[in-house]
């Protein structure tokens, strides 16, 4: 029986991969650093193998009866480690890659996605790139903090629109496209949910929906990375921030599809769904 391996899966989006998967009754094994860890915080309803980029010993191990991947790439690892597990994921037979990857990466040569998908491509492994717009779950990661002490969102992103789309979403074309086989090989799909709009609509929104008001600063970039230096976060996650909201702020970030709804047949989340579902993360106790 063929079976995949859902990489990621301590962290947002391959969780939910995971359980769009486990949903459909496909048979996988959840790749993660440290196997005790993960059955501390989901106990023992998933299979786990142990991955680690950085250990070419692990490789082998994750990959045994493997013939498809969700791969998801943590921005902490090193490229040449990455494109070695994605070199060895070929000569151990692996049959479909589907990789999350970033939406309208191939005008952004400068962002670690754009160069993972040519190793991809370069390995020979017939691939799925799934190329999503900005996450709505970054409300309840990098941007909580301030949500939660401050009821404000913080970041440098202008009045540029942006087109959001919940994870949960994302999984679900993940899920397809490693399931249904080879009619999703050698495609980029680019999603996004059903609307764009600006930090301040979503403030708006996220107000009416939690009962307090929300707003947005919209500071500078030189005022958002002294603010975040300022409050000892890394120099280099706070530059990886600044990027993602980049595009948003000179206006390049706005654009729709409809592949979710083609692919899947379903409505994308609204981000007022996400709001309510995701509600105790941003109503302090």
Do not use: W
Not at 171 to 200: I, M, P, R
Not at 213 to 234: A, R, V, W
Request: hydrophobic fraction near 40%; proline fraction near 3%; aromatic fraction near 12%.
């Amino acid at each position: 029986m063929s079976k995949m391996l859902v990489t990621g899966f301590t962290g947002n989006v391959g969780y939910e991969v995971a359980q769009a998967v486990r949903a459909r009754g496909g048979d996988m094994v959840c790749g993660v650093r440290n196997v005790e860890r993960a059955q501390s915080v989901h106990g023992d309803s998933y299979e786990y193998t142990v991955l680690d980029y950085g250990k070419p010993e692990t490789y082998d191990s994750a990959l045994a009866g493997i013939d498809r991947i969700f791969l998801n790439y943590p921005p902490e690892t090193e490229f040449d480690a990455f494109h070695a597990f994605i070199d060895r994921a070929k000569v151990r037979g692996v049959q479909h890659i589907t990789y999350l990857s970033i939406k309208d990466v191939q005008f952004m040569p400068f962002v670690p996605h754009y160069k993972n998908e040519k190793a991809i491509i370069r390995s020979g492994v017939p691939y799925t790139f799934v190329r999503a717009g900005y996450f709505m779950q970054n409300m309840n990661l990098f941007l909580l903090d301030e949500l939660q002490k401050n009821q404000r969102i913080y970041v440098a992103a202008g009045k540029g629109k942006t087109s959001f789309i919940d994870v949960r979403d994302i999984a679900e074309v993940a899920a397809v496209s490693l399931l249904e086989g080879d009619q999703h090989k050698y495609k980029k799909y680019a999603l996004t949910g059903a609307e764009a709009f600006d930090f301040y609509e979503v403030a708006r929104r996220m107000s009416e929906v939690l009962g307090f008001t929300i707003t947005y600063s919209n500071p500078t970039i030189k005022e958002f990375k002294t603010y975040m230096l300022g409050k000892g976060l890394d120099p280099g996650y706070v530059n990886v921030v600044t990027g993602i909201h980049m595009a948003t702020k000179i206006g390049l970030a706005g654009g729709i599809t409809g592949t979710f709804t083609t692919l899947t047949g379903n409505t994308p989340r609204k981000l007022e769904q996400y709001v309510k579902d995701y509600r105790d993360y941003f109503v302090t106790k």
